[in-house]
């Protein structure tokens, strides 16, 4: 009787041990996500308030650049090692939208050639 028992916990231990290795992690996704058609409609000269109706509220908002703001967007796939970071920051001067550098966000369309 006292073998069985020893067996049997032999076996619920190897078990549980077994079934700790495949752990399962979410994935992660953090910030402000931009889609395309999003971008497609930022412009330089568009106001703060414009800004933030299209965009929403920036992800940081430096106290020391106040004409800066900052949308950053990550995303950690569960047990990879593999992370996708995409950060837009826009520069305003006097409440105007001045300077706009995209990286990793989707590419906006191209403006239409109009001279012809």
Not at 20 to 33: K, L, R, T
Not at 53 to 62: E, I, K
């Amino acid at each position: 009787m006292r073998k069985i028992l020893i067996q049997t916990g032999v076996f619920i231990l190897l078990g549980l041990s077994a079934s700790a290795c495949s752990v399962h992690q979410i994935d992660i996704q953090q910030g402000n996500v931009i889609e395309k058609e999003q971008l497609d409609k930022l412009k330089t000269g568009m106001t703060r308030k414009q800004v933030n109706f299209l965009l929403g509220t920036p992800m940081l908002q430096d106290p020391f650049h106040k004409n800066r703001w900052d949308y950053v967007y990550s995303y950690k796939v569960g047990n990879e090692d593999t992370l996708e970071l995409r950060k837009l920051t826009l520069h305003f001067k006097k409440d105007v939208l001045k300077k706009i550098v995209n990286k990793g966000y989707p590419n906006p369309k191209k403006p239409l050639d109009t001279a012809n």
